[in-house]
């Protein structure tokens, strides 16, 4: 069984690498609303998912260090959309709620899913 790296695992440091580069220089210099809003959504699951599978881990949520399966990948993925497109908007006023960012993360989702499963992306 091939152990998952959580925080070091390559997918998520690229994930984070790409973050980082739209937020702080291709954002900033380029317009189009791909990169100012959803080009990070893409990112989401294979950024943010890493960290919170490691801290269900370190708090005995997870049993073992397998790579994420799809079923924790649907489960986040469902948790995240609700959250940050329904529930976030009603009470933050600067949050809008936008299905685009639903697709946007479940293609993240899904490209982070057979990467992770190790099945080909192409």
């Not at 293609?107 to 992770?116: D, L, P």
Request: hydrophobic residues 50%; proline residues 7%.
């Amino acid at each position: 069984m091939k152990r998952f790296a959580y925080l070091a695992d390559p997918l998520c440091l690229l994930a984070c690498l790409l973050y980082a580069c739209n937020r702080w220089w291709l954002a900033p210099h380029f317009g189009g609303a791909f990169l100012h809003g959803y080009f990070n959504d893409l990112l989401l699951i294979p950024a943010a998912l890493p960290l919170a599978l490691w801290l269900q881990r370190r708090l005995g949520y997870r049993s073992d260090d397998r790579p994420p399966n799809w079923g924790e990948i649907a489960m986040h993925l469902a948790v995240w959309s609700v959250t940050a497109e329904l529930i976030v908007p009603r009470f933050v006023s600067h949050a809008t709620a936008d299905w685009r960012d639903v697709v946007a993360y479940s293609f993240g989702a899904a490209v982070a899913g057979f990467t992770w499963q190790g099945l080909p992306v192409t």
